[in-house]
């Protein structure tokens, strides 16, 4: 499975600017984003979203310490790689480090938020239907991106795995809503997409899960995701379906994965890590 160095790769989505919707982050230079360097002089600013207090998704500020983190409940309160710290108020410490903010931001979650990202690829086809290949004859994948409404950046169509769900169910119903619109289907049309999704989600390779540099992240609750590549080898399962944004979607298009690409969060990572994997398949 795909690995990213985190002691290589420092925070760069959720540090040193304003926090969406926020307070501007206090600035951690790159050689302090590790717990293990001293910081004196570090003042993060305390924020959360005051929605975050009474939402329904979020945990409750007072059942804060009796929580069981680095556990699974029917909340998942574990990292993936490895347990992380409490303080002495039982208040998880982002393990990848400092962010220059504590509390919960936008997050719902002490601790680990876990998402699921669905990345769905056919390969790129010439007009009389073979693969098309890059200029040093390489094929060209193609990923379907969601342009999220929150900040307008070009995503995975994933989402947060709400309690009691699981990875593989999130991973189908956020491709659905917001890559095909299921949510505001017909009924006959609502029948024809989850018969097409069941054959396309039926088979998947897991890619990645950790944790992601998403720009809520904070010293106190962060992103954690499951990835999953769902592929039409032959593009047939995709000539059925038509591609609609919505839900938290503003827009859906295929994407052809190149070093252009400049994706929300970590996603960039993730859908190179895709495209290799692909190619090594490809290859075999
Ligand atoms: C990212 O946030 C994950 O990789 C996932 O794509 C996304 C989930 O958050 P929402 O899309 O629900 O805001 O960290």
Known sequence: MFRINWNEKLHTKCRNNTYPG??????????KVSLKVPYPDYKPVDYTEAKVFTAPWADKIETLPSIKFNAL?????????????????NTPIN???RTGIIGRGLLGRFGPNHAADPVVTKWARNEDGSIKLDNKGIPI?????????????????????????TVSLTLRKEFGEEALNSLEASPEEQIEIASNLEKLFATGDEIY?????????TDNAWMVTTV???HDESGEIFNK?????GDDAGDVSWKEISQELDLFA????????VYEFRLSKFYL
């Open 209 to 217: 899960r950790g944790y992601v540099d998403d720009y809520r992240n």
């Open 73 to 89: 409940d029917r909340i998942n309160r574990l990292n993936y790689d490895g347990d992380y710290d409490v303080d002495e108020k």
């Open 228 to 230: 999953y590549n769902f």
């Open 22 to 31: 926020g307070p501007d982050r206090f600035t951690v230079p790159d050689e």
């Open 95 to 97: 393990p990848k480090g």
């Open 266 to 273: 970590s996603h960039n990572d993730f859908v190179k890590a």
């Open 141 to 165: 994948l193609m990923f379907v991106a969601i342009k999220r409404k929150d900040n307008g950046q070009w995503a995975i169509p994933g989402g947060m795995v709400e309690a009691g769900d």
């Open 241 to 245: 379906f038509k591609l609609k944004a």
